[in-house]
């Protein structure tokens, strides 16, 4: 039996310390350890962005697509031109980081993320930030679509906390008082001890010190907060913009679907936060929810509800405040025993929402649904054109990959010779950069200098500065200064780096390197064209990937066996035949040779020439990795 490949999707916001409590919580369990992590950050607060990129950069062994305000704005861009300015729209409305209500934009961008990154036959499970796996969580999974059990904080809108403030009151002066439902079930069932430390724990209406451990029994709760599915499951339906979304896109798709209401019998710890219950503008805006989820509750797609039902569902709402405005008014009768200013503004709370709901107009409901199920109409088509261009998610690799970029080059000119292009495009953002042999007396159609090393490193560090390049020289002797007495014997392809007299010290080296970079991306050269210094290179690189380093290959330029693809490909299949190519696209190719021709000491026009040949007709540049490294760096 092949054993199941988990992935998170984790909506965050201002909160690093739930984020990083989860996180561990992950990394602790031996079933989730190795876990990939989706993680959207819709943090209003930089610094609780920061806190969570630090967060993500300590996931060193785990692939890890993370993605925050700035990123989701350069995502954006891309998305939109490659898909020429069709669902921008929709791509526009989508934003992170505001100030207000925005649970269904965050959710929704972890679905285009999913959509693009994601195996179809992956187990994503969504969990809010503010949940936690217990000591020995299981997933044992049955059914493509299950929710998972939640301890803790019970999952309640503002409304029904103030019902249950009010029926704990109500107990106490032993006011007998109306069934409000779930929250009447829930005082019967755990008791007033229970109800007041969550209301302490979770709330301001009791001005204690807040229960440090209030302990919930395991609950379904019929939203997705948290549950498993399948990958191929998470971008069929678009959140809305109300509250309850979460609850509506998961009955919605159970439906749409015809699955069953099924729980894992997993359960995971939620460790809300205290709420601010009497916030008026979310007062009324759960209200809205809660109407639009009930009327939609039992429809098909495109069924819009008449003005009649949605009059019916205001009545209900109206009646249901009536009831708790009752109940406030029978505890202000024991004056004596209640906080009469904290009552009379519940109260006053109340009254305002009856106030909102009674000014709600019909065709304003009909017009809000409308809209949705318009949106929802083409998100499907949206997500397949996203996923159905290669190009973007190359293009959005340097944004969502946290992982620093080190790139190996043999000598001074190779990086821009063979990676120019991804530099200036911004795929390589500020990569640390090793050039290994840097003792050289090589100048081309040019007399020899014992000054020519420290002239090449010098043009490396003027051609490199504006791109962030971070330059480490090696200081090896490069191969005319070691045993090979011509050009012929250095570019031989019967050459075996191994013998080589540089190779362990070279090895050595960059092992000492690497070790300090396990979590980073490597970049080695392919060694096309046999010139024994890059198959060297090449030879270690070989080496790292097999010890699960995340190594990636990139073309050597400059020779003339890299135009021909044909033999490209056959020294690929000889040499290292699970490498698979990915397209790095610019168009920008002069750039490219603007930057190359920075190289005074090694370039010439026939480089020049060949350069510009292969960028072009690869339309960018090429690099390989292996199948499992590509899709661990979702490439």
Known sequence: MVEEKFSFLIPARDNSTKLSNLIISIKKNQQMKNANFYIIDDSTILEERVKNRNLVLNLK????????????????????????????????????????????????????????????????????????????????????????LLMGCPDLSRLEWIQLYGLLLSEKLQIKVSDFGYTSRLTRKLGNDFIKGVLCRYTNFIEEIPASSVKFPPREEMNNGSFVTLAENISLLKYPSWFDSDWFWFQRIRKGKDYSVKFNRSFVIHD?????????????????????????????????????EIRKEVKKREKLLNLTLDLFNEVLL?????DQGKIKTIMSSINNLLFFLDKIREPDIIKTIQNYESEDESWVHLIKSICSIKSIKSKLFPIINFKKLVVFSPHCDDVAFSLGGSLINGYLKAPKVYDTYTKTNYFLNKPLTDEIGKERCKEESVALKKFGVILRFMGFSDAPNREYLSEKEYMSPLNNPKKDSSFMRVKNKIYRIVNKEKDKILLFPLGIGYQIDHRILFEIAKELSKKGYFVLFYEDAGYKMTE????????????????????????????????????????SEGIINNIDKITRKRKGERIWGTIETLKTLGL
């Open 564 to 603: 021909e693809d044909n033999l490209v490909q056959i020294y690929v299949r000889e040499n290292l035949p699970k490498l698979k190519s990915i397209n790095l696209p610019f168009n920008n190719v002069e750039e490219k040779i603007r930057l190359c021709g920075k190289y005074k000491t090694q370039i």
């Open 61 to 148: 062994e785990n692939r890890v697509m993370y993605v925050d305000k700035e990123r989701w704005d350069s995502i954006k861009k891309i998305i939109s031109k490659e898909l020429k300015g069709k669902f921008s729209v929709a791509l526009r409305k989508m934003n992170l980081g505001t100030k207000s209500w925005n649970t269904h934009n965050t959710r929704n961008i972890g679905q285009v993320i999913c959509a693009l990154f994601c195996d179809p036959k992956e187990y994503i499970i969504s969990l809010d930030e503010d949940m936690v796996l217990p000591k020995g969580f299981h997933l044992s999974i049955e059914s493509e679509l299950e929710g998972i």
């Open 272 to 308: 809300s936060s205290r709420k601010e219950v009497l916030n008026q503008k979310m007062l009324e805006f759960e209200e809205i929810g809660k109407i639009i989820t009930i009327l939609l509750k039992t429809r098909s797609k495109g069924e819009i509800p008449s003005d009649l």
């Open 334 to 338: 024991f004056s004596n025993q209640v």
